[in-house]
């Protein structure tokens, strides 16, 4: 069988009745295959959010500009309401909600200075800001916590700073 290239002299030894022609063609599928496979990796890696979310991918370094117009790296980079390639295995995504969450709080029962007992309900709600400075606090703060988990948060943090204003 004629021909130095891997993929023939491999095809032509496991089937010898085909001609050289049909050993091209299998070679030319297989190869086919293999960069359809590739190009199906790399845009699957191509993630995207709506406009209420981001999406927060860390495992690289990324430079960024503050606010007062200094170059700074972190470990994460942010994307706002779109998509963006993400490197396999060498980045990780995750994506943070911008939209707003509503709590049920109840104090519980304080005494004014004057001994009149005060109990409040009521509804806070809650929501990041979606400026830079906002999203990466709370890329560090809250991205790993479920909902519930920042609710139980915020209703700690409402009560810890309303709740002693109240008794006054």
């Known amino acids: 069988m004629p021909g130095n ?4 002299i491999f095809l032509g030894a496991v089937l010898p009745e085909l001609g050289d022609h049909a050993v091209a063609i299998i070679a030319g599928v297989l190869l086919a295959l293999v960069l359809f496979a590739l190009i199906w990796i790399v845009l699957s890696r191509y993630t995207k959010v709506g406009p209420n979310q981001v999406l927060v991918i860390s495992g690289t370094n990324h430079k ?8 700074r790296t972190r470990g994460f980079r942010v994307v706002k309401g779109g998509g963006t390639f993400v490197l396999p295995i060498v980045e990780k995504v995750d994506v943070l909600s911008l939209e707003l969450l509503t709590i049920d709080v109840q104090t519980p029962e304080v005494y004014t200075s004057k001994g009149v007992p005060v109990k409040v309900d009521g509804v806070a709600q809650i929501k990041i800001k979606g400026d830079d400075i906002s999203i990466a606090t709370a890329a560090e703060q809250v991205l790993s916590k479920t909902i519930d988990e920042i609710k139980s948060v915020a209703t700690q943090t409402w009560k810890g700073t309303c709740a002693p204003s109240w008794a006054r």
């Open 64 to 71: 960024f500009m503050e606010t007062d117009g200094t170059m």
């Open 5 to 8: 290239h891997a993929a023939t």
